[in-house]
């Protein structure tokens, strides 16, 4: 880590703690999580490491190496300085239609590519969409502990991710594909983006876990009058909160959607010409 100057926390979770750092040489920031070594380190940082690394998009935060202390595994990769998505939307109340589409674009353009490499997310959610600091905001997909690598792996059977977005196939505990789930988890981010509220929580009893459920199993939602959401929009979220995954919409059948076309930007269509910005391969580091 002697490359590294911690300059402050920048949160925390169930696997340790975040801090912002800047490289000594380059003077660049970078976010570092690091993970205590011991029972920690399990399963989901190494599926974290091995399938985030592996990525290279402008929608994905990027991987930059692996570092190994006495006490602790340190995961470099880039500082979204813009924060959560969620953190945006809690000030905002909620976005407008076009505002909700800029970034719903963005998100299905990252998880496309990973679904492309092979990889689905499983806990796709406002707190794992970072923004960078720019004015048009860029979103970058953060936190694969809960990926999976459909080469590597049958269909997953557990049962992983966030109440409020989890599939409804995904709570049955049956086999599912974990990309039609991240269609439905990509659903749930666009229903708060634009109404301000989780769609599968009952109104009267937000905190009632299984009324949430029961809601989730039977894809029983409704937009609220006082938002005004146009037909197209609300077409598409019919298509996305399917309870059946083999009746509910593809990612490429959203990005050919009409509402999902307004307005898109040139390097999210399809083909895009986005080039990786970063020529470093990937490394690991022992210290």
Known sequence: MERYEIVKDIGSGNFGVAKLVRDRWTKELFAVKFI???????????????NHRSLKHPNIVRYKEVLITPTHLAIVMEYAAGGELFERICSAGRFSEDEARFFFQQLISGVSYCHSMEICHRDLKLENTLLDGSTAPRVKICDFGYSKSSVLHSQPKSTVGTPAYIAPEVL???????KIADVWSCGVTLFVMLVGAYPFEDPND???FKNTIGRILSAHYSIPDYVRVSMECKHLLSRIFVANPEMRITIPEIRSHPW????LPIELMEGGSWQSQDVNNPSQTIE
């Open 172 to 178: 049955s505990k049956k086999e599912y594909d974990g």
């Open 260 to 263: 999902f076309l307004k307005n």
């Open 36 to 50: 205590e070594r011991g029972h920690k380190i399990d399963e989901h940082v190494q599926r974290e490491i091995m």
């Open 206 to 208: 937000p905190k009632n």
